[in-house]
Each structure stands twice: as C-alpha cells, then as structure tokens.
C-alpha cells in the first residue's frame, strides 16, 4: 500500500487487518517479519497523521479565540 495516497481510516484498517491475522495465526512465518514491518509503518503513519491534524486543530481554536 502507498502511503502517499493513503487515508487515515484506510491506514487503520490495513492495520486492522494484519493485528487479527496475526493474532489468529493466519500469517505463516515467511510472511510475518514483512507484515510485523508493513504494521510498524501503517503505526508511524497513523501518529504522524494524528500529531499532524492535533496541531491543526490547536491553530484553528488559537486563531478563533484571538478573533473573539
């Protein structure tokens, strides 16, 4: 999945997904270290995504109690 064109939600759920295979063993161990490595990134992806809309929304509420 590329992550230049990827959603939040899209992102959760891909990452979704790989936890509950994972944890119901449907990941044969020639695929679990490229899995375990694809959910290490769909997981920074997330945080900077929400790190990211967090600061956003801090400017829009600091922007709108200067104009009130």
């Known amino acids: 999945?590329?992550?230049?064109?990827?959603?939040?939600?899209e992102a959760m759920a891909r990452l979704e997904e790989l936890v509950r295979r994972?944890?119901?063993?449907?990941t044969g161990i020639d695929r679990l270290a490229g899995e375990l490595k694809e959910a290490q990134r769909l997981v920074a992806f997330c945080r900077e995504k929400l790190y990211a809309t967090d600061?956003?929304?801090?400017?829009?509420?600091?922007?709108?109690?200067k104009e009130a």
């Not at 999945?1 to 939600?9: D, Q, R, V």
């Not at 994972?22 to 449907?26: K, R, S």
């Not at 600061?55 to 922007?63: A, G, T, V």
Request: net charge negative; hydrophobic share 30%.
């Open 1 to 9: 999945m590329k992550k230049e064109n990827l959603s939040y939600e």
């Open 22 to 26: 994972i944890e119901a063993n449907e």
């Open 55 to 65: 600061e956003e929304i801090k400017k829009i509420l600091e922007s709108g109690e």
